[in-house]
């Protein structure tokens, strides 16, 4: 005879994405009683000072014993600020933390991919265990490293049919065939932050810039026209996308700023669409960008999808969650990374425990 027992975990995950918005950090509890339950107990997103964001945003230029010395300051500055959340929330005891770090270099098809922030250092500051390094299993197994939350989705958020996150980089996941997909669709915060910042903004508040401005048919060609987008997933963006052949083509328009955002929240708009096989279907919208209320006017009104907006915490933290229970399933040494999603040529158990 078989005895189900109910399992409970707390956790707290840490992200930093590719806007850099800052670090975003969350205490939760995990039961699982037949099905995996979540809760975010206490979250916080500690912005960057100048410091950090110059030496996160030049650091890929760095040697490689200058990128090893701030992997490591870094790991440490990611324990410190645990150590403050927890104090200040009153956090006595975690099973675990984890850690998805800053990403510096992705590169799948080279076999290359690196997150900041070096987990032992988390350990011995905080003097807990920690779980990071999610992503070089899977790209070590011809995965492409990327995107980890669908797996998160499949068991937290299977309510819904499509996962959809406005971050820095458009991503959504989904079940097909009785299979979890995702792939990233393009890049959406990180080339709204860097126009807006033109106009001397950091980012586009609520999408008012895109809305004082007017789509442009050539550019939004252009934007449309990468290899990339005709591409069948598995597939994943970074960085190295950005600046190669995604930011030239902004950069080069000599249209207003006002202008390209206004186009540029069309194509992100239109991609996602395509991404979605039944926009009647209930879709789950997260990320900073499901404050911009242009994307999601051409979301619901132009392209006909059926976005559910969350509480503000799932909209902010979700990411974040996720890690934090990609940590848990690495403790229990079950599967987190999914071959469906990635590529790659088995499933497998990511992230490297390092005990403080």
Request: hydrophobic share 40%.
């Amino acid at each position: 005879m078989f005895m189900l027992f109910t399992k409970q975990y707390t956790a707290i995950g840490i992200m930093s994405g590719t806007s850099l918005d800052g670090v975003d950090i969350v205490y939760c509890s995990f039961t699982f009683d037949k099905k995996w339950q979540s809760e975010i107990i206490f979250s916080e997103c500690i912005p960057y000072d100048r410091d950090w964001k110059d030496q996160i945003n030049n650091i890929h230029k760095a040697s490689g014993q200058q990128l090893l010395f701030i992997h490591n300051q870094y790991g440490s500055f990611l324990g410190n600020l645990v150590n403050s959340f927890m104090k200040k929330n009153k956090v006595k005891s975690v099973d675990c933390i984890a850690s998805h770090g800053h990403t510096i270099f992705h590169e799948p098809e080279k076999g290359l991919t690196f997150q900041l922030g070096a987990g032992p250092n988390i350990a011995a500051t905080t003097k807990h265990t920690v779980v990071s390094d999610f992503r070089s299993l899977d790209v070590a197994l011809s995965g492409q490293g990327a995107p980890l939350v669908p797996f998160g989705d499949s068991l937290l958020f299977e309510d819904f049919d499509y996962c959809l996150n406005l971050g820095g980089i458009a991503n959504i996941s989904y079940r097909q065939n009785k299979k979890q997909i995702g792939a990233d669709i393009t890049f959406a915060n990180m080339a709204s932050n860097s126009i807006s910042s033109e106009l001397g903004y950091s980012y586009d508040k609520n999408g008012f810039l895109a809305s004082s401005g007017s789509i442009n048919e050539l550019l939004l060609e252009k934007l449309n026209s990468p290899a990339y987008f005709k591409k069948n997933i598995p597939k994943s963006l970074a960085r190295e996308d950005y600046e190669n052949w995604f930011m030239p083509l902004l950069k080069n328009s000599t249209i207003s700023p006002e202008d390209k955002l206004a186009t540029l929240g069309f194509h992100i708009a239109q991609k996602i669409s395509e991404s979605i096989v039944d926009k009647s279907k209930n879709i789950l919208v997260t990320g900073g960008g499901t404050y911009n209320k242009y994307w999601l006017d051409l979301m619901q009104n132009h392209f006909s999808i059926n976005c559910s907006i969350p509480e503000k915490n799932i909209i902010d933290f979700k990411e974040a969650l996720i890690f934090a229970f990609l940590g848990i399933m690495s403790l229990e040494k079950k599967h987190n990374i999914l071959q469906s999603v990635t590529g790659a040529s088995r499933d497998s158990i990511g992230g490297v425990i390092s005990y403080g």
